[in-house]
């Protein structure tokens, strides 16, 4: 996946919160917490592939 694939997804999950009402602070808030949650997932997943 591409930088720009990322920030694509990004954008349409933007626009999906934003139709549902929700502000740009809010969903940026939420987003951001998303996207912390599957990096530690996946460090989470490295890490026990090396066990």
Known sequence: MTNSDIVQKLWNLCDVLRD?????????TELVL????KMEFEQAQSNNSFT
């Open 34 to 37: 998303l996207l912390f949650i």
């Open 20 to 28: 549902d009402g929700i502000n740009y602070s809010d969903y940026v």
